[in-house]
């Protein structure tokens, strides 16, 4: 099956700074990537669409200036969370889909990101 | 707009039987998907269904009633392992972008 993975798997960083989380389709090539947060016993939230090329696309409320996307190829997908503060904590997923999946999202194993 | 619901937490017996309900409100509809999702992990897939009736796949059946806006995940045998997270997610309509219900925490007891 179609494989994601997600780089890193946690991140502990000071509030202000900014960090990156990276999206990987191991053996497919990704046309659009998601980006989804979740907070503990939460659903998933969609934050924003990424087609490979073009700007992404946000959900309403996300602001688009804190949550960089980045898709710059058919396999790799960048999220970097703009100076990071405490209620930014959460657990980031990406998922990923393309042509060879027949548009079925697979899902990234998430970043744990937490602010102190 | 899109909205859908799950109860929020089950609790069943190990080797029972335990259904997951699920009912949505969407602006079109392009199918209904299953995801498994154990604390901390990412989800997986469990099913997609697009046509009315009950969809078996081992342990795990699912069905839906478009007509009724109504799909449920049917558990058997359940074991240890199956407490998660049950989340029902249905793409908008047009594109391939998923909303999720707020997922069911299933809890498998002795």
């Known amino acids: 099956g179609a494989v994601v993975s997600q780089h890193p798997s946690w991140v502990i960083c000071k509030s202000g700074t900014s960090v990156k989380i990276e999206c990987r389709s191991l053996?497919?090539?990704?046309?659009?990537m998601f980006w989804y947060r979740q907070f503990p016993k939460q659903s998933l939230m969609l934050m924003a669409t990424?087609?490979?090329?073009?700007?992404?696309?946000?959900e309403q409320g996300v602001e688009k200036d804190k949550f960089l996307i980045n898709h710059a190829s058919l396999t790799l997908s960048t999220l970097t969370v703009t100076s990071a503060h405490p209620e930014d904590s959460s657990f980031y997923i990406c998922s990923a889909s393309g042509p060879s999946t027949l548009d079925e999202q697979f899902f990234g194993p998430g970043t744990r990101l937490t602010v102190l | 707009g899109q909205n859908i619901d799950q109860p929020t937490e089950m609790t069943a017996t190990e080797g029972a039987i335990v259904q997951i309900n699920c009912t949505y409100q969407?602006?079109?509809?392009?199918?209904l998907f299953w995801y498994q999702q154990h604390a901390g992990e990412a989800p997986t897939f469990l099913s997609y269904n697009v046509l009315d009736g009950l969809e078996e796949k081992g342990r795990f059946s699912s069905f839906l009633s478009r007509s009724k806006g109504y799909s449920y995940l049917l558990l058997k045998e359940l074991q240890m392992k199956d407490s998660a997270s049950y989340l029902c997610a249905a793409p908008r309509f047009g594109n391939e972008k998923l909303t999720f219900g707020t997922g069911t925490r299933l809890t498998i007891i002795p």
């Open positions: 990424s087609n490979e090329g073009s700007k992404a696309t946000y």
């Open positions: 053996d497919f090539q990704a046309t659009t």
């Open positions: 969407t602006s079109g509809f392009n199918g």
